[in-house]
C-alpha cells in the first residue's frame, strides 16, 4: 500500500525559507518520477514541481522558478522541497504525489495527505 | 502552458441522477502517434487529498466505481457520474499531461445534493 507523508510545514515571515520532506513507503520509490502540489486555501491545484526518477530532471512552473528546489534521497524514500524568498501567495496546503511513470511527468497516482505553509507577517 | 477549464464551477444533482462535468484545454491534448488523450480527472472530497480516477481520458483507475466515466477528445472533455451517490459530492479536477513536464489543473467543479 503506498504511503506518502509530508512535513515541515508551518508559519514563517515573508522571505524566510522552509523545507518540506515527504516519507514514502509502500513501492519503490526509485522507480518513480516525484512531484509536489499545492493548493491555496478555498482554491484550486497547482503544480509545483517534478523530479525524475533517478534525481537529475527537474521542472518547476514560472511562479516558483529560482525560488524552489525539489530533491530526492532515494536511499532514503524520501523527496524535499526547498523553499526560499516565501512569499505571502505561497501560502498553501502543500502535497507531495507519485508519478505514474518516471519520467517528466504524467498523471498523479497517489497523493499525501499535504502539509500546511502560511507564509504571514 | 495550456489552460484547461471546467465548467460549471458546481452544479447540484439529485441522488441517483446524472451529473456531467466538462473540461476545456485551450489546445489539443491529443497525441496522433499513440492515438491517446494526456487528461486525467481527480476527485477531492472535503478535507481529504486527491484522488485519482480517471487517465488518458477514459481509462477508470482501478477501484473507481463504474459509475464514473470520462469520454471526449483534443480540447473538449466531459466526466460523467451516471447516478449520483452522497458519497460523491467532491470537488472535481482535470489536469492535462501533455505539454510535460508543465502540468496544468482545471479549475475544479464542486459537486453537491440538490
Known amino acids: 500500500q503506498v504511503h506518502l507523508v509530508e512535513s515541515g510545514g508551518g508559519v514563517v515571515q515573508p522571505g524566510w525559507s522552509l523545507r518540506l520532506s515527504c516519507a514514502a513507503s509502500g513501492f519503490t520509490f526509485s522507480s518513480y518520477s516525484m512531484h509536489w502540489v499545492r493548493q491555496a486555501p478555498g482554491k484550486g491545484l497547482q503544480w509545483v514541481a517534478v523530479i525524475s526518477s533517478d534525481g537529475t530532471k527537474k521542472y518547476y512552473p514560472d511562479s516558483v522558478k529560482g525560488r524552489f528546489t525539489i530533491s530526492r534521497d532515494n536511499a532514503e524514500n524520501t523527496l524535499y522541497l526547498q523553499m526560499n524568498s516565501l512569499r505571502t501567495e505561497d501560502t498553501a496546503m502543500y502535497y507531495c504525489?507519485?508519478?505514474?511513470?518516471?519520467?517528466?511527468?504524467?498523471?498523479?497516482?497517489?497523493w499525501g495527505r499535504g502539509t500546511l505553509v502560511t507564509v504571514s507577517s | 502552458d495550456i489552460v484547461m477549464t471546467q465548467s460549471p464551477d458546481s452544479l447540484a444533482v439529485s441522488l441517483g441522477e446524472r451529473a456531467t462535468i466538462n473540461c476545456k484545454s485551450s489546445?489539443?491534448?491529443?497525441?496522433?502517434?499513440?492515438?491517446?488523450?494526456?487528461l486525467a480527472w481527480y476527485q477531492q472530497k472535503p478535507g481529504q487529498s486527491p484522488k485519482l480516477l480517471i487517465y488518458w481520458a477514459s481509462t477508470r483507475e482501478s477501484g473507481v466505481p463504474d459509475r464514473f466515466s470520462g469520454s471526449g477528445s483534443g480540447t473538449d472533455f466531459t466526466l460523467t457520474i451516471s447516478s449520483l451517490q452522497a458519497e460523491d459530492v467532491a470537488v472535481y479536477y482535470c489536469?492535462?499531461?501533455?505539454?510535460?513536464?508543465?502540468?496544468?489543473f482545471g479549475g475544479g467543479t464542486k459537486v453537491e445534493i440538490k
Open positions: 489546445q489539443s491534448v491529443f497525441y496522433s502517434s499513440n492515438k491517446k488523450n494526456y
Open positions: 504525489a507519485r508519478d505514474f511513470s518516471y519520467g517528466s511527468g504524467t498523471y498523479l497516482l497517489s
Open positions: 489536469q492535462q499531461y501533455y505539454d510535460t513536464p508543465q502540468l496544468t
